[in-house]
């Protein structure tokens, strides 16, 4: 194989790689993160109090928006835009497949038909052309999916919904900060969803979500039914929810949105590291490398290869002895899970998210990741490439996947 680089690992250089630590990021904000927490003792407002609305306006001014209504978790995040919208029975809203659980489950607990659409296997991102073909006089809204860090072509499915009159949802959970022609996720949709879970890009210490719009009636919406639907209080003209976050949740995420710039920069950084090291090392042939589109800015939530000819769970396997940390995100399509069977989808009748599904593997990329670390990784994958597990085809596993991973 071609390089100017050793690959080959040594005992001695082999150590375990984490797919995400968080401790690194704490260890350099602690003590910001420590004042922010006694103030919010300190001022006894723990639900909906002045650090929320500080991360509302904050978020807002970042994602180029008017308005934004923090919640509980990305999920609620979702859900709270639905029910915005009027989606209820009868309704269909397209989603893609290839993504979080989340997505389609906040369109079925309004009683909503979730109707799947396949990817494009470039980016992974949702297709319009499959969007055009699943349209029918029941669509009331499309949620389209930022993956891994980067954004759909929203212009083209803004082309869509507005000459159907039909409500986009931006799902940017894993993609705050990404830009199409230089505008952010969350200001492209009639609304848009992000989630504060620890592993994003912007995480808190637990759950928390938002909700984008520019428009002021969904806000008086949101900020309704995100609390009971009460308002005054104690008078409900609405059902709501319950969906509230804490200021503790909105103190830390305050804290560290400060750093999510240089953190979004590392990121970047670390991804055209690994594309120089996989090409470098001879492996850009072997694998197929994640690539940013034209007019997009990635803000690589994932770093995302694709293992050709059935070899992923093998490599998986081999990474896991190195003690290096790697994750599938996902290993079905969302049309290939038991709940949704009743929608009468087979496996195959969305070929990409099918294929997708059986190839992808996500590797260490969190913003504290070393170079040396990186040159680790990719010993790693040379070595399971070189060597006989890569000639031999494993029977994919049936056990389900249990990794946790919250919208």
């Known amino acids: 194989m071609k390089g ?30 420590a004042a922010a927490l006694k103030r919010v003792c300190d001022s006894g407002a723990f639900v909906l109090g002045p650090e929320v609305k500080l991360l509302e306006q904050n978020i807002s001014a970042y994602t180029q928006v008017d308005y934004s209504i923090a919640c509980a978790s990305g999920s609620d995040a979702i859900l709270l835009a639905l029910m915005a919208a009027q989606i209820g029975p009868g309704d269909e809203v397209i989603v893609p ?37 699943k349209i029918t006089p029941r669509t009331k809204a499309i949620i389209p999916v930022h ?19 039909i409500i986009v949802i931006e799902d940017a959970a894993q993609a705050i900060g990404a830009e199409l022609k230089g505008r952010r996720s969350g200001c492209w949709g009639d609304m848009g969803a992000f989630s504060f879970y620890p ?50 949740q909105a103190a830390i995420i305050n804290v560290k949105l400060k750093y999510l710039e240089s953190w979004t920069n590392m990121r970047i950084q670390n991804a055209r590291r690994y594309n120089d090291m996989f090409i470098d090392a001879g492996l850009d042939d072997k694998i197929t490398l994640p690539k940013t589109l034209e007019d997009r800015r990635h803000v690589w939530n994932q770093y995302t290869i694709r293992v050709r000819d059935g070899l ?22 969302l049309h290939e899970q038991e709940c949704f069977k009743y929608l009468g989808y087979s496996p195959q009748s ?41 000639r031999t085809v494993l029977p994919t596993a049936t056990v389900p996947n249990k990794t946790r991973e919250a919208a």
Do not use: W
């Open 4 to 33: 100017n680089f050793n690959y080959q690992l040594t005992e001695s250089e082999i150590q375990p790689v984490m797919l995400l630590d968080l401790r690194r990021q704490y260890e350099t904000i602690k003590d910001e993160i």
């Open 350 to 390: 969305l070929a990409e998210t099918y294929k997708a599904s059986r190839e992808v593997l996500a590797l260490p990329i969190f913003p504290e990741l070393t170079e040396a670390e990186q040159r680790l990784v990719i010993g790693a994958i040379r070595e399971f490439i070189e060597s006989r597990d890569a």
């Open 199 to 248: 592993t994003k890009n912007l995480g808190g210490a637990g759950d928390g979500g938002l909700v984008t719009t520019r428009y002021e009636k969904f806000a008086k919406c949101l900020n309704l039914y995100h609390v009971h639907g009460m308002e005054p209080r104690y008078y409900h003209s609405v059902i709501g929810i319950n969906s509230r976050l804490d200021s503790f």
């Open 97 to 133: 497949s290839f993504t979080f659980f989340a997505t389609a489950s906040a369109v079925t607990r309004l009683g909503a038909r979730p109707i799947f659409a396949d990817i494009d296997p470039v980016s992974f991102n949702i297709d319009p052309k499959d969007i055009r073909r």
């Open 147 to 165: 993956l891994f860090g980067q954004m759909v072509d929203m212009i083209e499915i803004n082309e869509i919904a507005q000459s159907d009159g």
């Open 312 to 333: 992923r769970d093998n490599m998986k396997a081999k990474l896991s002895e190195r003690k290096i940390g790697t994750e599938i995100y996902y290993p079905l399509g």
